[in-house]
């Protein structure tokens, strides 16, 4: 072969090799192309699936928000009828099938419901999953141990073993800021609370301190973390719109429909809406209540026959609750609840480190463990009030008593604005209303027509049957005419109290508008020796403040004079009205809860909920004016000591001890069952329909077919 035919030769090699190179990276770059292209019809394909899906799953949760508004039901009650095999089918867009089912329910051992929503998406052979956790909890707010609009007075001589929540400006203590009262919070023996804060509005600048250990509110500890203007869900959220957050209502309807649990034992004593009662019930005339009662109901329980509850229960009309009870569930009133004397459970939960919670040291734990061994839990819930103790301020005759003996009266009207004003009511039902746009509104935010309300002022003076303080603090209904009716009067109720015997017991009065003998014939009445009587009443006329020790007629004492304000301690042992000391229950209203005891510590094992909180229950103490410096010996240094034997409470077995107390104080120890699966406040609205969690789900038991 000759030279230019090998060149050719060459030639051709190389441009032939040169092609199927070329040829080669065409066809890799096009297969390339090809799979890319495919690649990314697929991660559109299963975006567009995952969408779908998601769609699915919301329109799955509105159907349950629904179906659960529509029928009235309780959250408890609700997740009991859900199927979770039951699949439904949603039409989509594009070729796309949607199917949906409910996939899990939340156990009765968390502390809040929920629902598992699981949506698949599919299309040809492609499918794609959403899984979706819906919200059907009880609220937040019950995670704390007391919340309200207005805590402030309730700071003394106070613990709080749990969180506490504030709706309004928070300042611990009495005063003015800036001007009065500064450091009030750590006045009379301090005020301490084991948890954090979280407080709606502003706090207090007086004597704060929030970067110590503890931290300082007006001289209040707080041993946990303070937060101000918190928004989040331990708070209850502004559902009307007003700027104002709104307590989750107990709605009568719902109620009704969902109270499915029992009374029984104790006395149980039924008085019909309208009726009235004359003489203490000595045994039942109710032998069992079955969900709801359509009138009023006197509950008495003893250790040996207590009240037996199973789960919730309904009472359209008032509640007056003492004694002991065992079970696990909750009474709602429709209208007030009264404990006429201790509530105590049979079967009370162990703290940490004793009984089941041996070896345990965490408060969620030792929660826990108490549930799993069937402990007694009580909650007692009304639409309007809650009164500890005492509310009476007349006679079996209707007058007025004695200012020793309405102490608790007289500190309602002035913590709630019951000495003047006007309050308006549903002439049907004694819901106390709101003012709204011109009109009228309930607490679940339902206007009532002008011609189902009655206003009345609040007027001592005023008749039992025209006295806002009536409407909103007695049992009783409402007469077609808008005059109030009671079912009990104040003096049997201070009859189903009874009395026992304190020393070292103290009273003040403030004798307004009283001539000198209605005085000296009040302070009579109080107790006092008709000479001792006569000198304070001349003090009192003429605005003599001073102050003295007085020993006569066999009364010893110490007494101070403020203008017209009279403060008084009397050494001797006497009879008083019984002092509720203890209540194992959590406590939840929709308008008040009110309470004052005298000189005994107060323990409430659950919590303090509600739009306003008034008790003053200071406990054995001191106060600053019996203090040495007036007094002029140290007569009384022995109050301000619990650990002091003379002081009687510091101990077990003394003769004013009051177990799950600190210091002689009141004190509210936070139910954390409440938080960990025990029963709950089901009839009470909850924050239901928000998404929990949402996830993808890859598992094929969680496709719906």
Known sequence: MGKGSRQKGIALITTIFAMVIAFMIVMIFTASTVNQIRSVKTVKSHSALVQAADGVSEQARLKLISDFKNNNYSVRNYLRTLDTTQVHTVNVMGGITGKWRVLRVSPPSDPYGWVEVAATASQGGDKQTVVRRVSFGQSQIFKLAMLSETTNCIYCHLRVRGDVGSLEFMRPGWGTEGRSGIGSGAHEGGSTIYGSVYAARDITRDDLDLSGSPKKINGALVTGSVTTNYSGDMLPSDTDGDGVPDFPPINREIARQNAMGSLSGGIIYGVPIGGRITSLPTGSNVSRVNRVYNGNLVLIGTPSNPIVIDEDIFVEGDVIIKGVVTGKGAIYAGRNLYTAGNVQVADPPDPPGRGVCSGISDADECARANIAAGKDELRLAARGNIVIGDYTERDS?????????????????????????????????????????????????????????????????????????????????????????????????????????????????????????????????????????????????????????????????????????????????????????????????????????????????????????????????????????????????????????????????????????????????????????????????????????????????????
């Open 397 to 705: 005759s209707g007058n007025l008593l004695p200012t020793a003996e309405r102490q608790s009266a007289d500190y309602y009207r002035s913590q709630f604005g019951f000495y003047s004003g006007t309050r308006c009511f549903d002439k049907r039902n004694g819901d106390e209303l709101t003012r709204k746009g011109g009109g009228y509104v309930n607490v679940d935010g339902e206007a009532v027509s002008s011609g189902n309300v009655v206003c009345r002022r609040a007027n001592r003076s005023a008749s039992v049957s025209r006295d806002a303080y009536s409407y909103a603090f007695r049992p009783g209904t409402i007469r077609s005419n808008g005059n109030f009716k009671p079912w009990m009067d104040d003096a049997l109720y201070k009859q189903l109290l009874g009395t026992e015997r304190m020393s070292y017991n103290s009273w003040r009065g403030g004798y307004y508008g009283m001539s000198r003998s209605e005085i000296r014939q009040d302070l009579i009445d109080s107790g006092l020796p008709t000479r001792l009587a006569r000198r304070l009443a001349r003090r009192l006329d003429n605005r003599n403040s001073g102050y003295g020790n007085f020993s006569e007629g066999g009364l010893r004492g110490f007494w101070r004079i403020d203008g017209k304000t009279l403060r008084i301690i009397i050494d001797n042992e006497r009879n008083y009205e019984t002092q509720v000391s203890t209540v194992d229950a959590f406590l939840y209203a929709n308008q008040r809860i009110a309470g004052k005891t005298s000189m005994k510590p107060l323990a409430i094992s659950g919590g303090l909920i509600a739009k306003e909180l008034g008790i003053l229950a200071p406990g054995r103490y001191q106060a600053w004016w019996m203090k040495r410096w007036y007094v002029g010996s140290r007569r009384y240094d022995f109050l301000g000591d619990p650990d002091n034997p003379a002081s009687d409470c510091g101990q077990p077995g003394d003769p004013y001890y009051v177990p799950g107390t600190e210091d002689c104080a009141f004190t509210i120890n936070y139910d954390f069952r409440l938080r960990n699966g025990g029963f709950g406040f089901n009839l009470v609205k909850g924050a239901v329909g928000q998404t929990m969690s949402w996830r993808v789900s890859d598992r094929t038991t969680e496709h719906v077919q």
